[in-house]
């Protein structure tokens, strides 16, 4: 599965873009720059589909510090244009706003700066953590719509496959270059395009909250569950429990229902 030709797929993947762009009347791209490998790789993909039409957004929300240097060091190395958003006032608002405005619910320990949600109940961490994302898209497509670019998503094949995104939020997006690619082929993609060691090897984060690890989160590894979609080699009760995961969150990839009477 690893042994793939990357400078193939390198090129395939620019002129995949340049035709979707093209093909939509649009001029560029614009994507979010998170610090991690996938919207490296992606942003990095688009610089050399849209040299002059490429713009990375930087968006933290009460997030990682040190991921927003990575995301800067990565844009200046491969002279991606960006702008630096931050998102963690409005994000603060939204939560005051809720706060006051319905008294079933008590968001006191959010607003109070406190980024670490693990305690909470599990519903309220998942509510609050998707908002992100969701501001995130919203930026983007206001950018996509006063440049006339396309927001490119950075989803990967076993995210797609999983439902590991948020909907309307990180899946809110026009196009997904790495939705054919599972995450150890991100990685063999990284190497070859010359991303940054430290981002290729650092723990894969959806970033919503102080120490979130993909693989903690989901419970299976990138290892297992991307053998498993490539080849179909899995232990019985992995298969089982990747199965359940993508068919519960499904309606993810899907247009909402109408009736059909
Ligand atoms: N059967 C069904 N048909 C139609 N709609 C259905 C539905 N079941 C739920 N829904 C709707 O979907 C909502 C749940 O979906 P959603 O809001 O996405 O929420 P949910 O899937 O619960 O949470 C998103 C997950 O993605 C992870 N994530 C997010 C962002 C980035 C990354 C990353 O890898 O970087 C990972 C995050 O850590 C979390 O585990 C429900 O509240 C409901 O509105
Ligand atoms: N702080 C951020 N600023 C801008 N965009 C962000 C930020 N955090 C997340 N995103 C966007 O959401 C996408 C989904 O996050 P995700 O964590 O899956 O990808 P990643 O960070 O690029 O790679 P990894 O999965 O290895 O952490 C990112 O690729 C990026 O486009
Ligand atoms: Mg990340």
Not at 113 to 140: H, I, S, V
Request: hydrophobic share 35%.
């Amino acid at each position: 599965m690893l042994d793939r030709d990357y400078k193939e797929i390198e090129n395939n993947l620019v002129e995949w873009i340049q035709e979707k762009v093209n093909k939509a009347g649009c001029q560029g791209a614009v994507i979010g720059l998170s610090g991690g490998i996938d919207s490296s790789v992606t942003s990095l993909l688009c610089q050399k589909a849209f040299p002059n039409n490429t713009l990375g957004l930087i968006m933290p929300c009460q997030s990682s510090p040190e991921d927003r240097i990575d995301a800067i060091k990565h844009a200046e190395k491969f002279n991606i244009k960006y702008k630096e958003i931050n998102l963690s006032q409005p994000y603060q608002q939204f939560l005051e706003t809720i706060n006051n405005s319905d008294s079933e619910i008590n968001l006191e320990k959010a607003i109070n700066g406190q980024r670490q949600l693990q305690d909470a109940q599990e519903n309220f961490k998942l509510a609050l953590a998707n908002m992100k994302p969701r501001l995130r898209m919203t930026l983007l497509y206001f950018y996509a719509n006063l440049n006339n670019y396309l927001v490119v998503g950075t989803d990967n094949r076993s995210e797609l496959k999983l439902g590991y995104f948020t909907k309307f939020g990180d899946g809110g997006i026009d196009i997904a270059p790495l939705g054919n690619l599972v995450k150890l082929e991100v990685r063999g993609l990284a190497r070859e395009m010359g991303i940054d060691q430290k981002i290729i090897t650092k723990a894969p984060s959806a970033g919503l909250w102080d120490g979130q690890s993909d693989e903690d989160e989901i419970g299976l590894s990138y290892r297992e569950i991307d053998y498993y979609i490539v080849d179909g080699e899995a232990e019985a009760e992995t298969a089982a429990r990747i199965e359940q995961i993508s068919s519960a969150n499904s309606h993810k990839l899907e247009l909402p229902a109408i009736p059909d009477f």
